[in-house]
């Protein structure tokens, strides 16, 4: 085996005729059919081994996100991609002969649960179908996930983890509650404001800044899911007359009227705050210069822009094969430099800029907590091939937050006002009025 793998294997291996290979008493790989040599003949690396994951081909015994870890240290310290390691350990299985009749090794079907879309990249139609494929999965499933107020970002914790102190109860809706204050005090919110969500999901911000700040706000999305949800949100917590949430994409911001929510700012510009978090992946290298100049023309001089945002260096900026082939095809990310040139150049002036990457891990945490407690339901509900897809995407990104190789970010932002100083505090935040 050595002469194929270099060195030892990270994790176990065991194949489908018994045969097995790698340390014990770490997690291992269980191949449950010679499929799994077929998809890495025809899709190499990390993509063929994600497939073989949902399709039930290959299961991991043991801790996923440990296997995940330890595979990605390996390749590290090999100096290889996590792909290339994981046709390494099957090159080792070769190598120790784990059976006579391997099957066929022609192309096996793609799963189920693989995305598939067409058209340009990026087109409106494109684009909602990427989110229809995503988001539209069904608002039960997102619940059995998601906190209560169903907030699909990173959240910000203020207690019960390192550093922060021990807040009994303290859970995942508390540290996304917080995360709302944390942006409503950043734009500076207050009665009788206008507030524009950029891809408000299911509503969840824009309610809290109308119920706690007194805004009038005008959310967006592309997810008809989503917008029933937050309607009815609405409607029950009588909120329906100072929210609008629309179905619209970004670009046609500036030629359609904000609605009678906003009571008199037009989407050609005058609400006195935008907000988008962890939209802006979705929009794509070519468009993020649009997206910029909407979230610029949209907001009064003076008024604050604030971009919550995940960052992600080296070559896949989608995330890597199995992200772009199951949950998001078209997403882009990169450094946050890069984010903050763009909006700076749309005619932004950027006035804060706060990592959060931590918390993402602690965020992802509680979201893996409820996925597993809520498993068989989830089962129930999408399928067990699905369900697959979720540990995955999971398990592999909160490993990408831990290990540092994805990031996120809140941008803070203000359209200038040629000749006057900015409104902007002196400090963007004051922590003590936004965690008591």
Known sequence: MRPVAGEELPIGLHAWDGSSTGPADVPAIRLNTARVLARQLWAPGELGAAQSFVA?????????????????????????????????????????????RWGSLRRPPIPDSQIR??????????DRDVVASHYDLSNEFYSLVLDDQMAYSCAYFTGNVPGAPSRPGYGLADAQRDKFDLVCTKLGLAPGMTLLDVGCGWGALAAHAAEHYGCRVVGITLSVQQKAYADEMLRRRGLADVVEIRLCDYRELKTSGAGSAASGPNTTGGFDAVVSLEMGEHVGQRNYRIYARVLHDQVRPGGRVLIQQMSRSGRHQGGGPFIESFIAPDMTMRPVGQTIDLLAGSGLEIRDVQAMREHYVWTVDAWIQRFQRNRSHVVDLVGEEVARVWELYLAGGRLSFAEGRMGVDQILAVRPVLGDLSSMPRRAVDEEAVNG
């Open 117 to 126: 879309v067409g058209g340009r990249l990026h087109s409106r139609r494109r």
């Open 56 to 100: 039930g081909e290959l299961d991991v015994d043991g801790d996923l996100s440990e296997a995940l870890a330890r595979v990605w240290a390996a390749a590290r310290e090999r100096r290889l991609q996590p792909g290339r390691a994981a046709q390494t350990a099957l090159a080792s299985l070769a190598a120790v002969r784990v059976g006579s």
